[in-house]
């Protein structure tokens, strides 16, 4: 088992930043792959970022690539979401993921675990 918990969520205006973290539990972090994902009112859940547990390497939705940047801490078990340059379209529950086998990381489907989700708000 793992347990998730994200932190870091909030109201902010557009153009401004914020930090989102996910606090890892559990099973060993470092041999997980880590992917943020979010949900607006109405809309389906959609992939935001993804860092792989092998090399570290980052993918990201089109929508927020040059905006947002995921990173680990495998130190620490914490996942990071940088998110510059706000917009409303932005605003959305967003939930961290972890899973563990498999090669792909945009589908919610394929992660095995996943927090509560921490809520953003961008205003304009």
């Known amino acids: 088992q793992v347990q998730l918990a994200e932190s870091g969520g909030g109201l902010v205006q557009a153009g401004g930043s914020l930090r989102l973290s996910c606090a890892a539990s559990?099973?060993?972090?470092?041999?997980?792959?880590m992917g943020w994902f979010r949900q607006a009112p109405g809309k389906k859940r959609e992939f935001v970022a993804a860092v792989t547990w092998r090399d570290g390497r980052t993918y990201y939705a089109a929508s927020v690539s040059g905006r947002f940047t995921i990173s680990r801490d495998n130190a620490k078990n914490t996942v990071y979401l940088q998110m510059n340059s706000l917009k409303p379209e932005d605003t959305a529950d967003y939930y961290c993921?972890?899973?563990?086998?498999?090669?792909?990381?945009?589908?919610?489907?394929?992660?095995?675990?996943w927090g509560q989700g921490t809520q953003v708000t961008v205003s304009s």
């Open positions: 559990g099973r060993t972090f470092s041999r997980f792959t």
């Open positions: 993921a972890a899973k563990s086998s498999g090669s792909a990381y945009d589908v919610w489907e394929v992660y095995d675990y």
